[in-house]
């Protein structure tokens, strides 16, 4: 059974920082295009970093050089860290896998990928 647990979130203030953690398991972790996306109420979701064995990692041109996404392929676990976090960060984020590689034209397409984990919300204050 695929199963994606996404944690990490809470409330900060604004420069502050968090980790977030999605715990995989149930595929073959190591051959997906695994990327986290974004939803903030009243708002489309929005793909915030992609990372695979073979391609990436990209980011999006609002969190570039303040988010890093990395993966631990022996623990089958994804994390995003972010620093210097805004306001308008603030949203609900979701671990997202997908058979293959990232690429740079799809991977923030978000209807590329298969399996979603439940997400973690992340509340920014000024």
Known sequence: QVQLVDSGGGSVQAGGSLRLTCAVSGFEYIY???SWFRQAPGK????VAGISTGGGPYYADSVKDRFTISRDNAKNTLYLQMDSLKPEDTARYYCTADSGSCYQGTWANPNRYNYWGQGTQVTVSS
């Open 32 to 34: 997906y295009c695994m």
């Open 44 to 47: 489309e979701r929005e793909g």
